[in-house]
Each structure stands twice: as structure tokens, then as C-alpha cells.
T-cell receptor
Framework: GAGVSQSPSNKVTEKGKDVELRCDPISGHTALYWYRQSLGQGLEFLIY????????KSGLPSDRFSAERTGGSVSTLTIQRTQQEDSAVYLCASSSQVTSSYEQYFGPGTRLTVT | SQQGEEDPQALSIQEGENATMNCSYKTSINNLQWYRQNSGRGLVHLIL?????REKHSGRLRVTLDTSKKSSSLLITASRAADTASYFC?????????????FGPGTRLSVLP
């Protein structure tokens, strides 16, 4: 079946502009995660969704970052007034969490470059 | 504070040799996972070990978990050039089952032909 997809794969934007990043999880996966990865670094947790609710928003770096998930499926990560330090690869993952399986399936990521 | 931290940061070995990577974490966990990442894009799940397990095998992979030392190791036996990648451990928090997974900075493995 189809894996996790993300769009766009690459995004170049000017400082101060808003961007929207999209994640399509695997059908039926209730859990959805957003991470950020700077060049050569590990993954930074941003936000976790269980269904449509986000019990853990602790990783969002500032109030310029927001995310939503509708219909328990597609999620959008929005960054307002982008800054150069927002440049990174944004990764989305989904997980079934059925039978206590917490294996995360990752999308290919969106590479964001803020000029 | 960072939960998982891999060691070494980088490892270079010859094809056919074994590669061992370590992960240390700080708080009590429910499970620990290892992932592989090629070319800086999506990660691929390798293996999950639960807090009540001590060792797990999957093909050429062997993972151990020592909860008393809050550490785990990933052993790749008979390495191949295709194993060249970054390897990350990820841990959850015992109080937040399946929620906030924290990834370490990773070990960059290079397998030379």
C-alpha cells in the first residue's frame, strides 16, 4: 500500500513569507508526528496528533508554527513569517499504535529553504 | 534535555566487519527503537525493543537493552556497503506512551568496500 507522502518535496521561500507543508499519512494510522531536521543533525520533535487532537504541542519552537489535522488523516504544518533559521527538512511520520505497535513510518520530507 | 544520544558520532569500517553503535538515554522508557536514514531524507524503522526485553534479533541486526544503565546497543554483523547510513535511536517517555519520541543525533556509519 501507499506510504506516507509529503508535499512539496522542496520549498524555497523568502524570509517573512508564510509556508504550508502537507503530510498524507498511511490510511488508518491514528498517530501522526512532525519532526524537523537541520543539516547533519538529529530529529527535533515538533508535534504529535492522536486522531484530530494534538495532546503534545511542546516541540513547536515558536508561535509562528502551527499544525492541524482534519478528518484524522491529512495534516498541515504552517510556518508564518518564516525566518532563515527555519530552513531544515521537515519530516512527517505516522503510526498505527494498534497492538502496541509504535513503529513510525516516515515520509520523504519537505526540504525548506528560507532565503 | 536530550533523551537519546548515540555513540560514536561517526564510524567507518570495512565491508564484512561488524558495526556496533550505542545509545544512552536519561528517563525511564516504555520502548526504544532504532531507525536508519539514507541521504538525509525519510527514516526507516529497523527494530523496536520493549523495556522488559533484553535482547532482540532481526536478520543481521542485534539490539540489546540495559534499563539499569539506560543504554542500548545496535550490532550490525557482516556489514555491507549498503549499510552506509545514519542510525538513530528513539525513545519514548514512560509517562507518555507512544507520544513524544525523542531521537538522538545519530551515528553516521560508513562501510568501505
Amino acid at each position: 500500500g501507499a506510504g506516507v507522502s509529503q508535499s512539496p518535496s522542496n520549498k524555497v521561500t523568502e524570509k517573512g513569507k508564510d509556508v504550508e507543508l502537507r503530510c498524507d499519512p498511511i490510511s488508518g494510522h491514528t498517530a501522526l508526528y512532525w519532526y524537523r531536521q537541520s543539516l547533519g543533525q538529529g530529529l527535533e520533535f515538533l508535534i504529535y496528533f492522536q486522531g484530530n487532537s494534538a495532546p503534545d504541542k511542546s516541540g513547536l519552537p515558536s508561535d509562528r508554527f502551527s499544525a492541524e489535522r482534519t478528518g484524522g488523516s491529512v495534516s498541515t504544518l504552517t510556518i508564518q513569517r518564516t525566518q532563515q533559521e527555519d530552513s531544515a527538512v521537515y519530516l512527517c511520520a505516522s503510526s498505527s499504535q494498534v497492538t502496541s505497535s509504535y513503529e513510525q513510518y516516515f515520509g520523504p520530507g519537505t526540504r525548506l529553504t528560507v532565503t | 534535555s536530550q533523551q537519546g544520544e548515540e555513540d560514536p558520532q561517526a564510524l567507518s569500517i570495512q565491508e564484512g566487519e561488524n558495526a556496533t553503535m550505542n545509545c544512552s538515554y536519561k528517563t525511564s522508557i516504555n520502548n526504544l527503537q532504532w531507525y536508519r536514514q539514507n541521504s538525509g531524507r525519510g527514516l526507516v524503522h529497523l527494530i523496536l525493543i520493549r523495556s522488559n526485553e533484553r535482547e532482540k534479533h532481526s536478520g543481521r541486526l542485534r539490539v540489546t537493552l540495559d534499563t539499569s544503565k539506560k543504554s542500548s546497543s545496535l550490532l550490525i554483523t557482516a556489514s555491507r556497503a549498503a549499510d552506509t547510513a545514519s542510525y538513530f535511536c528513539a525513545t519514548d517517555d514512560q509517562d507518555n506512551y507512544g507520544q513524544n519520541f525523542v531521537f538522538g543525533p545519530g551515528t553516521r556509519l560508513s562501510v568501505l568496500p
